[in-house]
């Protein structure tokens, strides 16, 4: 039986694809309320499985009950994918969330397995040991360039 969690986050994807614009508004005590679960828990399914490595930006509003808007990212729109991967990836990422960015692109087609599996090869630890202890920072240069080369 699936958790929670993994039905609370079909259900926003499915609201999203029968979005025109791809982009949803959500209240969360409402969301919270449709599922008998704390608002917390819906918070969960926010920050873990609607990240902007997964291709999604999350924006939180107060004031007036307060809302939650979904946009999901057309990986056609570069430009604005290649500056939300710059702000995620920042001056230092580990492998681990490299690995959770290039397999989003990959299976959003924005990148191919070949490409795919070059950018992996360049940013391992194996092929980064003589940046030592600089290698997340290495890393998060090396994916930013390769990522604006391809994404252009």
């Known amino acids: 039986m699936a958790r929670l969690s993994d039905i609370i986050e079909e259900f926003i994807k499915g609201m999203l694809e029968d979005s025109e614009e ?3 508004q959500i209240q ?3 969301l919270a309320n449709y599922f008998s679960c704390a608002p917390s828990q819906i918070n ?3 920050t873990t499985r609607f ?3 997964k291709g999604y930006y999350v ?3 107060r ?3 307060g809302c939650i808007i979904i946009k999901h990212v057309d990986f056609d729109q570069n430009k604005y994918l290649i500056q ?3 702000d995620k990836i920042g001056d230092s990422i580990t492998f681990h969330t490299t690995m959770q960015i290039v397999n989003s692109l990959l299976e959003s087609d924005a990148i191919n397995k070949m490409e795919a599996n070059l950018i992996k090869v360049a940013v391992n630890d194996r ?3 003589a940046a030592g202890e600089n290698k997340n920072k290495v890393r998060a240069d090396i994916l930013k360039n390769m990522l604006s080369m391809l994404l252009l």
């Open 84 to 86: 939300l991967l710059n």
């Open 44 to 46: 969960y399914v926010l």
């Open 63 to 65: 004031g007036g009950g």
């Open 28 to 30: 969360r005590n409402e």
């Open 51 to 53: 990240t902007t490595d």
């Open 22 to 24: 791809r982009e949803l």
């Open 127 to 129: 092929t980064l040991i």
């Open 59 to 61: 924006e939180s509003r």
